[in-house]
Protein backbone atom coordinates (compact mmCIF):
# COMPACT_ATOMS: atom_id res chain seq x y z
CA UNK A 1 0.00 0.00 0.00
CA UNK A 2 1.23 3.45 -0.49
CA UNK A 3 -0.67 7.02 -0.45
CA UNK A 4 -0.45 10.35 -2.13
CA UNK A 5 -1.65 13.79 -2.82
CA UNK A 6 -3.92 14.06 -5.69
CA UNK A 7 -5.73 17.74 -6.39
CA UNK A 8 -4.70 18.19 -2.59
CA UNK A 9 -6.79 15.78 -1.88
CA UNK A 10 -5.38 12.80 0.85
CA UNK A 11 -5.68 9.60 -1.73
CA UNK A 12 -4.44 5.98 -0.83
CA UNK A 13 -3.49 4.04 -3.44
CA UNK A 14 -3.66 0.37 -2.93
CA UNK A 15 -2.16 -3.00 -5.03
CA UNK A 16 -4.01 -5.99 -4.93
CA UNK A 17 -1.87 -8.91 -5.87
CA UNK A 18 -3.87 -11.94 -4.76
CA UNK A 19 -7.35 -13.29 -5.64
CA UNK A 20 -9.29 -13.14 -2.24
CA UNK A 21 -9.04 -9.51 -2.38
CA UNK A 22 -9.93 -8.88 -5.96
CA UNK A 23 -13.11 -10.71 -5.45
CA UNK A 24 -13.24 -8.82 -2.27
CA UNK A 25 -13.49 -5.88 -4.00
CA UNK A 26 -16.36 -6.81 -5.95
CA UNK A 27 -19.32 -5.04 -4.93
CA UNK A 28 -17.18 -1.34 -4.65
CA UNK A 29 -15.91 -1.93 -8.04
CA UNK A 30 -19.66 -2.24 -9.09
CA UNK A 31 -20.70 0.32 -7.45
CA UNK A 32 -17.85 2.99 -8.68
CA UNK A 33 -18.55 1.41 -12.03
CA UNK A 34 -22.58 2.82 -12.11
CA UNK A 35 -21.25 5.73 -10.65
CA UNK A 36 -18.75 6.79 -13.33
CA UNK A 37 -21.73 5.69 -16.13
CA UNK A 38 -24.39 8.02 -14.10
CA UNK A 39 -21.66 10.82 -14.06
CA UNK A 40 -21.55 10.48 -18.50
CA UNK A 41 -18.49 8.81 -18.49
CA UNK A 42 -18.18 5.72 -21.30
CA UNK A 43 -18.60 2.11 -20.69
CA UNK A 44 -15.69 0.38 -19.87
CA UNK A 45 -16.31 -3.36 -20.28
CA UNK A 46 -12.83 -4.35 -20.37
CA UNK A 47 -11.67 -2.43 -16.79
CA UNK A 48 -15.17 -3.66 -14.94
CA UNK A 49 -14.85 -6.13 -12.04
CA UNK A 50 -17.19 -9.01 -14.04
CA UNK A 51 -14.45 -8.97 -17.03
CA UNK A 52 -11.59 -8.97 -14.63
CA UNK A 53 -12.37 -11.63 -12.67
CA UNK A 54 -13.45 -14.09 -15.60
CA UNK A 55 -10.46 -12.89 -17.17
CA UNK A 56 -8.40 -14.06 -14.44
CA UNK A 57 -9.33 -17.06 -13.50
CA UNK A 58 -9.74 -18.35 -17.15
CA UNK A 59 -6.87 -16.61 -19.06
CA UNK A 60 -4.14 -16.07 -17.32
CA UNK A 61 -0.82 -17.89 -17.77
CA UNK A 62 1.38 -20.09 -15.35
CA UNK A 63 3.27 -17.32 -13.44
CA UNK A 64 1.58 -14.17 -13.54
CA UNK A 65 0.45 -11.92 -11.52
CA UNK A 66 -2.35 -10.03 -10.48
CA UNK A 67 -1.26 -6.00 -10.25
CA UNK A 68 -4.29 -4.15 -9.51
CA UNK A 69 -4.32 -0.34 -8.57
CA UNK A 70 -7.03 1.22 -7.25
CA UNK A 71 -7.46 4.93 -5.71
CA UNK A 72 -9.47 5.65 -2.87
CA UNK A 73 -10.47 7.93 0.10
CA UNK A 74 -11.93 6.67 3.41
CA UNK A 75 -12.98 3.56 1.85
CA UNK A 76 -14.58 5.29 -0.95
CA UNK A 77 -13.45 3.84 -4.17
CA UNK A 78 -12.61 6.07 -6.66
CA UNK A 79 -10.15 4.56 -9.70
CA UNK A 80 -8.99 1.18 -10.84
CA UNK A 81 -6.44 0.37 -13.05
CA UNK A 82 -6.43 -3.51 -13.44
CA UNK A 83 -2.71 -4.68 -14.55
CA UNK A 84 -0.80 -8.11 -14.41
CA UNK A 85 2.76 -8.67 -14.37
CA UNK A 86 3.93 -11.49 -16.45
CA UNK A 87 7.62 -12.80 -16.38
CA UNK A 88 9.70 -13.53 -19.11
CA UNK A 89 13.39 -14.25 -20.26
CA UNK A 90 15.47 -11.77 -22.32
CA UNK A 91 19.60 -12.25 -22.65
CA UNK A 92 19.40 -14.62 -19.38
CA UNK A 93 17.59 -11.76 -17.18
CA UNK A 94 13.90 -12.27 -15.93
CA UNK A 95 11.97 -9.61 -17.04
CA UNK A 96 8.66 -7.95 -14.97
CA UNK A 97 6.57 -6.62 -17.91
CA UNK A 98 3.26 -4.98 -16.34
CA UNK A 99 -0.06 -4.81 -18.90
CA UNK A 100 -3.56 -4.17 -18.90
CA UNK A 101 -5.39 -7.24 -18.36
CA UNK A 102 -8.34 -5.59 -20.40
CA UNK A 103 -5.97 -6.32 -23.82
CA UNK A 104 -6.80 -10.23 -23.42
CA UNK A 105 -10.00 -10.24 -24.73
CA UNK A 106 -10.94 -6.99 -25.03
CA UNK A 107 -9.82 -3.69 -26.80
CA UNK A 108 -8.76 -0.06 -25.93
CA UNK A 109 -8.62 -0.60 -22.00
CA UNK A 110 -8.21 2.28 -20.08
CA UNK A 111 -8.73 3.12 -16.12
CA UNK A 112 -12.34 3.09 -14.20
CA UNK A 113 -12.97 6.27 -12.23
CA UNK A 114 -15.71 8.97 -11.30
CA UNK A 115 -14.92 12.16 -11.74
CA UNK A 116 -12.19 13.69 -13.78
CA UNK A 117 -10.42 11.03 -15.96
CA UNK A 118 -7.27 12.99 -15.57
CA UNK A 119 -6.83 13.16 -12.14
CA UNK A 120 -7.32 9.58 -11.73
CA UNK A 121 -4.35 8.96 -14.34
CA UNK A 122 -2.31 11.13 -12.68
CA UNK A 123 -2.95 9.51 -8.89
CA UNK A 124 -2.66 5.86 -10.60
CA UNK A 125 0.60 6.56 -12.63
CA UNK A 126 2.15 7.92 -9.36
CA UNK A 127 1.70 5.28 -7.15
CA UNK A 128 3.08 3.04 -10.19
CA UNK A 129 6.20 5.01 -10.22
CA UNK A 130 6.00 4.87 -6.60
CA UNK A 131 6.07 0.88 -6.59
CA UNK A 132 8.96 1.05 -9.90
CA UNK A 133 11.29 -1.30 -8.04
CA UNK A 134 8.28 -4.35 -8.80
CA UNK A 135 8.14 -3.42 -12.40
CA UNK A 136 10.89 -3.23 -15.38
CA UNK A 137 8.64 -2.55 -18.56
CA UNK A 138 5.27 -0.95 -18.82
CA UNK A 139 3.24 -1.62 -22.34
CA UNK A 140 -0.37 0.08 -22.93
CA UNK A 141 -1.59 -0.87 -26.06
CA UNK A 142 -4.64 1.56 -28.18
CA UNK A 143 -4.83 4.14 -26.20
CA UNK A 144 -6.64 6.93 -27.49
CA UNK A 145 -5.30 9.87 -29.32
CA UNK A 146 -5.57 12.54 -26.68
CA UNK A 147 -5.22 10.27 -23.63
CA UNK A 148 -3.85 11.39 -20.82
CA UNK A 149 -1.06 8.62 -21.27
CA UNK A 150 -0.04 10.29 -24.32
CA UNK A 151 -0.44 14.01 -23.46
CA UNK A 152 1.67 13.53 -20.15
CA UNK A 153 4.01 10.75 -20.51
CA UNK A 154 4.77 10.37 -24.46
CA UNK A 155 5.32 13.97 -24.67
CA UNK A 156 8.74 13.84 -24.42
CA UNK A 157 10.31 11.00 -26.35
CA UNK A 158 13.22 9.06 -24.43
CA UNK A 159 14.48 9.20 -21.26
CA UNK A 160 13.04 11.28 -18.52
CA UNK A 161 12.06 11.29 -15.01
CA UNK A 162 14.30 7.48 -14.76
CA UNK A 163 11.76 6.41 -17.65
CA UNK A 164 12.35 5.55 -21.28
CA UNK A 165 9.21 5.78 -22.94
CA UNK A 166 8.04 5.21 -26.36
CA UNK A 167 4.93 5.55 -28.25
CA UNK A 168 4.07 4.01 -31.69
CA UNK A 169 1.23 3.76 -34.00
CA UNK A 170 -1.29 0.92 -32.82
CA UNK A 171 -4.52 -0.94 -34.25
CA UNK A 172 -7.15 1.38 -36.11
CA UNK A 173 -10.67 0.98 -34.19
CA UNK A 174 -13.49 0.95 -36.80
CA UNK A 175 -16.52 2.47 -35.53
CA UNK A 176 -20.04 3.64 -36.64
CA UNK A 177 -22.67 6.21 -34.90
CA UNK A 178 -25.70 5.01 -34.16
CA UNK A 179 -27.45 8.48 -33.99
CA UNK A 180 -28.15 8.41 -37.81
CA UNK A 181 -31.00 7.54 -40.47
CA UNK A 182 -30.56 4.04 -41.29
CA UNK A 183 -31.72 5.15 -44.82
CA UNK A 184 -29.47 8.60 -44.83
CA UNK A 185 -26.65 6.07 -43.66
CA UNK A 186 -27.04 3.66 -46.41
CA UNK A 187 -27.11 6.59 -49.38
CA UNK A 188 -24.66 8.20 -48.31
CA UNK A 189 -22.10 5.14 -49.34
CA UNK A 190 -20.56 5.45 -52.61
CA UNK A 191 -23.37 3.68 -55.80
CA UNK A 192 -20.85 1.07 -56.79
CA UNK A 193 -20.73 -0.10 -52.81
CA UNK A 194 -24.53 0.00 -52.35
CA UNK A 195 -24.77 -2.29 -55.25
CA UNK A 196 -22.10 -4.99 -54.51
CA UNK A 197 -23.99 -5.28 -51.56
CA UNK A 198 -27.24 -6.02 -53.39
CA UNK A 199 -25.61 -7.94 -55.53
CA UNK A 200 -24.36 -10.27 -52.34
CA UNK A 201 -28.03 -9.99 -50.54
CA UNK A 202 -29.63 -11.49 -54.07
CA UNK A 203 -26.93 -14.53 -54.04
CA UNK A 204 -27.60 -15.01 -50.68
CA UNK A 205 -31.22 -15.75 -51.36
CA UNK A 206 -30.89 -17.54 -54.13
CA UNK A 207 -28.58 -20.18 -52.33
CA UNK A 208 -30.34 -19.89 -49.08
CA UNK A 209 -34.41 -18.66 -49.73
CA UNK A 210 -35.33 -19.05 -46.63
CA UNK A 211 -32.54 -17.27 -44.58
CA UNK A 212 -33.47 -16.00 -41.74
CA UNK A 213 -31.69 -14.42 -38.37
CA UNK A 214 -32.46 -15.25 -34.68
CA UNK A 215 -31.53 -13.23 -32.02
CA UNK A 216 -30.31 -14.51 -28.75
CA UNK A 217 -30.15 -12.57 -25.50
CA UNK A 218 -30.64 -14.28 -22.34
CA UNK A 219 -28.25 -15.50 -19.56
CA UNK A 220 -30.23 -18.89 -20.49
CA UNK A 221 -29.98 -18.63 -24.05
CA UNK A 222 -26.11 -18.11 -24.02
CA UNK A 223 -24.87 -22.30 -23.45
CA UNK A 224 -27.00 -23.26 -26.35
CA UNK A 225 -26.55 -20.06 -28.65
CA UNK A 226 -22.31 -20.37 -27.61
CA UNK A 227 -22.55 -24.08 -29.00
CA UNK A 228 -23.97 -23.08 -32.03
CA UNK A 229 -21.34 -20.31 -32.86
CA UNK A 230 -18.59 -22.68 -32.12
CA UNK A 231 -20.13 -25.15 -34.13
CA UNK A 232 -19.77 -23.06 -37.23
CA UNK A 233 -15.98 -22.83 -35.79
CA UNK A 234 -15.65 -26.14 -36.37
CA UNK A 235 -16.74 -26.25 -39.49
CA UNK A 236 -14.48 -23.52 -40.68
CA UNK A 237 -11.96 -25.13 -38.64
CA UNK A 238 -11.53 -28.20 -41.07
CA UNK A 239 -11.78 -26.23 -43.98
CA UNK A 240 -8.80 -24.33 -45.75
CA UNK A 241 -9.83 -20.82 -44.61
CA UNK A 242 -9.16 -21.90 -41.10
CA UNK A 243 -7.46 -19.26 -39.01
CA UNK A 244 -6.81 -20.68 -35.93
CA UNK A 245 -5.49 -17.29 -34.18
CA UNK A 246 -8.62 -15.66 -34.25
CA UNK A 247 -11.39 -18.30 -33.39
CA UNK A 248 -12.90 -18.61 -29.48
CA UNK A 249 -12.28 -22.43 -29.97
CA UNK A 250 -8.35 -22.09 -30.65
CA UNK A 251 -7.89 -22.29 -26.57
CA UNK A 252 -9.78 -24.47 -24.08
CA UNK A 253 -9.71 -21.52 -21.84
CA UNK A 254 -10.98 -19.12 -24.30
CA UNK A 255 -13.95 -21.36 -24.20
CA UNK A 256 -14.18 -21.41 -20.65
CA UNK A 257 -13.83 -17.84 -20.37
CA UNK A 258 -16.91 -17.38 -22.98
CA UNK A 259 -18.88 -20.02 -21.56
CA UNK A 260 -18.88 -18.01 -17.93
CA UNK A 261 -18.80 -14.62 -19.62
CA UNK A 262 -22.18 -13.85 -21.74
CA UNK A 263 -24.37 -15.88 -19.74
CA UNK A 264 -23.37 -13.55 -16.92
CA UNK A 265 -23.47 -10.28 -19.39
CA UNK A 266 -26.95 -11.52 -21.23
CA UNK A 267 -28.11 -11.42 -17.94
CA UNK A 268 -27.63 -7.68 -17.17
CA UNK A 269 -28.36 -6.87 -20.89
CA UNK A 270 -24.63 -6.76 -21.91
CA UNK A 271 -24.58 -9.31 -24.16
CA UNK A 272 -26.30 -11.08 -27.42
CA UNK A 273 -25.37 -13.86 -30.10
CA UNK A 274 -26.75 -13.11 -33.51
CA UNK A 275 -27.53 -16.28 -35.87
CA UNK A 276 -28.01 -16.19 -39.42
CA UNK A 277 -29.48 -19.28 -40.83
CA UNK A 278 -30.42 -21.11 -44.15
CA UNK A 279 -30.38 -24.26 -45.80
CA UNK A 280 -31.37 -26.18 -42.47
CA UNK A 281 -28.08 -24.70 -40.78
CA UNK A 282 -26.38 -22.09 -39.35
CA UNK A 283 -24.41 -20.01 -42.37
CA UNK A 284 -23.10 -16.98 -39.73
CA UNK A 285 -23.00 -15.79 -36.33
CA UNK A 286 -22.22 -12.39 -34.28
CA UNK A 287 -21.23 -12.17 -30.88
CA UNK A 288 -21.90 -8.57 -29.38
CA UNK A 289 -21.31 -6.58 -26.15
CA UNK A 290 -22.97 -3.65 -24.83
CA UNK A 291 -21.08 -1.43 -22.74
CA UNK A 292 -23.17 1.34 -21.78
CA UNK A 293 -24.42 3.15 -24.88
CA UNK A 294 -22.00 1.21 -27.16
CA UNK A 295 -22.42 -1.87 -28.73
CA UNK A 296 -19.19 -4.03 -29.53
CA UNK A 297 -19.11 -6.32 -32.24
CA UNK A 298 -16.60 -8.75 -30.93
CA UNK A 299 -16.59 -11.63 -33.07
CA UNK A 300 -18.08 -12.93 -36.17
CA UNK A 301 -17.60 -16.09 -38.00
CA UNK A 302 -19.01 -17.66 -41.20
CA UNK A 303 -19.78 -21.32 -42.44
CA UNK A 304 -17.12 -22.09 -44.87
CA UNK A 305 -19.83 -23.50 -47.91
CA UNK A 306 -21.00 -20.06 -47.70
CA UNK A 307 -18.35 -17.37 -47.04
CA UNK A 308 -17.74 -16.35 -50.14
CA UNK A 309 -21.06 -14.51 -50.14
CA UNK A 310 -20.08 -12.71 -46.88
CA UNK A 311 -22.56 -13.51 -44.69
CA UNK A 312 -20.89 -12.12 -41.74
CA UNK A 313 -20.48 -8.76 -42.82
CA UNK A 314 -24.28 -8.98 -44.05
CA UNK A 315 -25.07 -10.00 -40.31
CA UNK A 316 -23.41 -7.21 -39.11
CA UNK A 317 -25.35 -4.43 -41.67
CA UNK A 318 -28.42 -5.81 -40.62
CA UNK A 319 -27.23 -5.08 -37.11
CA UNK A 320 -26.67 -1.89 -37.42
CA UNK A 321 -29.67 -0.86 -39.48
CA UNK A 322 -31.59 -2.14 -37.14
CA UNK A 323 -29.55 -0.66 -34.36
CA UNK A 324 -29.94 3.01 -36.21
CA UNK A 325 -33.75 2.25 -36.08
CA UNK A 326 -33.98 1.20 -32.67
CA UNK A 327 -31.86 4.38 -31.27
CA UNK A 328 -30.95 3.14 -27.64
CA UNK A 329 -27.47 3.23 -28.03
CA UNK A 330 -24.98 5.26 -29.72
CA UNK A 331 -22.25 3.80 -31.85
CA UNK A 332 -21.01 0.27 -32.56
CA UNK A 333 -17.23 -0.43 -32.55
CA UNK A 334 -15.77 -3.79 -34.87
CA UNK A 335 -13.58 -5.39 -32.57
CA UNK A 336 -13.40 -8.70 -34.69
CA UNK A 337 -10.21 -8.86 -36.79
CA UNK A 338 -10.12 -9.17 -40.28
CA UNK A 339 -9.78 -12.89 -40.98
CA UNK A 340 -11.72 -15.27 -43.40
CA UNK A 341 -15.04 -14.95 -41.47
CA UNK A 342 -15.76 -11.40 -42.66
CA UNK A 343 -13.38 -9.03 -43.34
CA UNK A 344 -12.94 -5.90 -42.10
CA UNK A 345 -11.47 -4.40 -45.29
CA UNK A 346 -14.50 -4.83 -46.93
CA UNK A 347 -16.64 -3.40 -43.85
CA UNK A 348 -14.75 -0.34 -43.33
CA UNK A 349 -16.41 1.71 -46.31
CA UNK A 350 -19.57 1.01 -44.62
CA UNK A 351 -18.50 2.77 -41.22
CA UNK A 352 -18.60 6.07 -41.02
CA UNK A 353 -15.43 6.55 -38.46
CA UNK A 354 -12.06 4.80 -37.46
CA UNK A 355 -10.40 5.55 -34.54
CA UNK A 356 -6.59 5.34 -34.66
CA UNK A 357 -5.26 4.09 -31.69
CA UNK A 358 -1.36 4.42 -30.15
CA UNK A 359 0.73 2.16 -28.01
CA UNK A 360 3.19 3.27 -25.39
CA UNK A 361 6.12 1.44 -23.87
CA UNK A 362 7.88 2.72 -20.26
CA UNK A 363 11.04 1.24 -19.47
CA UNK A 364 11.82 1.68 -15.80
CA UNK A 365 15.20 3.01 -15.97
CA UNK A 366 16.20 2.72 -12.51
CA UNK A 367 16.09 -1.57 -12.93
CA UNK A 368 18.23 -3.83 -14.27
CA UNK A 369 16.41 -3.04 -17.96
CA UNK A 370 17.75 0.20 -17.78
CA UNK A 371 21.27 -0.35 -19.89
CA UNK A 372 18.73 -2.70 -22.66
CA UNK A 373 16.31 0.12 -23.05
CA UNK A 374 18.81 3.01 -23.06
CA UNK A 375 20.93 0.95 -25.99
CA UNK A 376 17.31 0.26 -27.91
CA UNK A 377 16.66 4.05 -27.44
CA UNK A 378 20.00 5.10 -29.01
CA UNK A 379 20.00 2.91 -31.93
CA UNK A 380 16.46 4.03 -32.81
CA UNK A 381 17.43 7.58 -32.84
Known amino acids: MSALLVSATRVSADLITDEAALLALGPAWDALEARAQAGGAPGQLYVSHR ?30 WPLVLRRSRQAKMEVRQLGPIGIWEGERPHVLCEGDADTAWAGLWSALAGLRSRWHVLTLPELDAGSWPLRQLAVRPGVAGGFQVRAQADTAAPWQPLGGDAVAWRVRRPAALRQAREHV ?13 EVLNTGADM ?20 DAHYRISSKPERVAFYRAFLPLLAARGEAELRLMRGGGQ ?59 SGRVEALTPWLDGVRPTERLTIWNLRSRMALRALAGWLLRR
Open 282 to 340: DVAALIRLRCGGVWLERHAVAAPDVVDLAPAQELLLQTLAEAMRDGATQESDLLWPPDA
Open 51 to 80: YVRLAWQHLRQPGDELFVLTLGDAGHLQAV
Open 223 to 242: PAALDRFLAIEARLAASPLA
Open 201 to 213: QHALKRRLPDLST
